[in-house]
Nanobody, 124 residues
Framework: QVHLVESGGGLVQAGGSLRLSCATS????????MGWFRQAQGKEREFVSV????????YYADSVKGRFTISRDNAKNTVYLQMNSLKPEDTAVYYC?????????????????WGQGTQVTVSS
């Protein structure tokens, strides 16, 4: 069983920054692709970013490209999401997810394990 725990969310003014972390259990974290998704109130969960197991490849949603940066530290079993220039429309619960098999993916249904989420609120 794999457990994912997000942290780092909070309340920030527009234009500010936050850094989310997702710590995972298990000894094979370095073998898996990791993704970040978000879900705003009343909306469907949407893809934010994904990073390959070796951190060579990353993808971003167009809405966050140039503002968010995904990274990982395999020695610490942790994936990060640095969020800069935050906007009110970034307000959501942010989830990290782990994909055990296959290529990098942007669909939430392609991920096998999820964290409990961390709230990010951006005030205008």
């Amino acid at each position: 069983q794999v457990h994912l725990v997000e942290s780092g969310g909070g309340l920030v003014q527009a234009g500010g920054s936050l850094r989310l972390s997702c710590a995972t259990s298990g000894r094979t974290f370095s073998s898996y692709h990791m993704g970040w998704f978000r879900q705003a109130q009343g909306k469907e969960r949407e893809f934010v970013s994904v990073i390959s197991w070796n951190a060579v490849t990353t993808y971003y949603a167009d809405s966050v490209k140039g503002r968010f940066t995904i990274s990982r530290d395999n020695a610490k079993n942790t994936v990060y999401l640095q969020m800069n220039s935050l906007k009110p429309e970034d307000t959501a619960v942010y989830y990290c997810a782990l994909r055990r098999y296959g290529n990098l993916a942007v669909r939430s249904s392609d991920y096998d394990y999820w964290g409990q989420g961390t709230q990010v609120t951006v005030s205008s």
